[in-house]
């Protein structure tokens, strides 16, 4: 099967930009993955998209805030397209995800915003978007869809092998030595650290864990928050970046930074209470979370196993998602499955995206 040149592009839950990157595949084998960069929103554009999060299940598609939010996102998408592509000869298409507003699938809902068709005329290039709402629509939870990205880097690699990403939200995809493959959401990520944050000094994250680091964990808020019942739930699993949102007013009357700790240990307990079928040999972990040192270490003293970026696999660590949905496009062009039973509950191996070629030809790949 011919390989193609894929732009992936992800605007993830931390709503602080969009990464872009490229990535060279069959949709099974990849050639090349890389380079990838990302931009960033202003403070505006990611207030007004944080504020469309707790509004999501009463808006209509064409409430005009949204359609602004939308309109704004996806020029920020072509201007990454635009540079991407001085970077590489030929690109064939573009994998597109959006920014998820809503995530229920146990409602059949997942709402991905951007303009496909906006995106596709501006840089005449066939786009692939839509990811999520097949798998939904089958009754599986729509996410994490890294996995099949993680198990096909990780082929020559043995098993079993955890790769960890801790975005807004956090997933993890456990590689087994026969290649088979289980994830889930393991709980929040950045997310509520970010919020945290924001709210106490006005910076978009804990940069560098400053607050987390000179604060102390109060367990007594810790431990109602673990007993959540997302946390004893089997996986597959997935969450909204809204869904532990309660853990906001829990760290309320602390101080910054004991709030910061706080948090940073719910996101740590959480992952280390994800139920695998198989302790994992290594974590390797991508993601803005692997910039936080305090996160990092805490985590280190939780696992059992190693807990590495994934820079030591050779791997962009900050590029990772954006690649994935380029082998994903592809994929979903070659109507390979992009979710299986044990990824996300789907009942079976379901592939999904949809293909909007504005005023294209479309092309024969
Ligand atoms: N130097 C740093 N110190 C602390 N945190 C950092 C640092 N750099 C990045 N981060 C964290 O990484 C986050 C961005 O991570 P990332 O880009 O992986 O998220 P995302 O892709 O939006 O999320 P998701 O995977 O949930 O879709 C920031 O919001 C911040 O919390
Ligand atoms: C609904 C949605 O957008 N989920 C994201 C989010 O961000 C991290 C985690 O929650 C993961 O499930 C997913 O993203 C990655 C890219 C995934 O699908 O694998």
Redesign the pocket.
Known sequence: MRCLTAIGL????????V?AALVRTDGEKILSHGPGL?LTYSPELRARARDLLSRAATLSPEDPGLRRVERDLTLRHIEAVQILRQKTDTVDLIGFHGQ?ILHAPERRLTWQIGDAALLSRETGLPVIHDFRSADVAAGGEGAPLAPWYHAALLREHEGPVAIL???????VTLVEADGSIHACDTGP???L??DW?FLHTGT???????LARSGSVHEDILEPLLADPYFSRPAPKSLD?LTFQRAMTAVSALSPQDGAATLVAFTVEAIRRTPLPRPPAAWYV??????????MEELERALPAPVLPVEKLGWN??DL?AECFGFLAVRALRKLPLSAPTITGAPSCLTGGRLTCSGLVPPAF
């Open positions: 992800m605007s993830g839950t931390s709503l602080d930009g990464d990302s998820t990403n801790i975005g807004g939200v956090a997933n990520g950045n997310a650290l970010d944050a978009a994250c804990d940069v560098d864990g400053a970046r991508c993601g803005g979370g692997r910039h936080n040192p305090v996160l660590g900050d998602e």
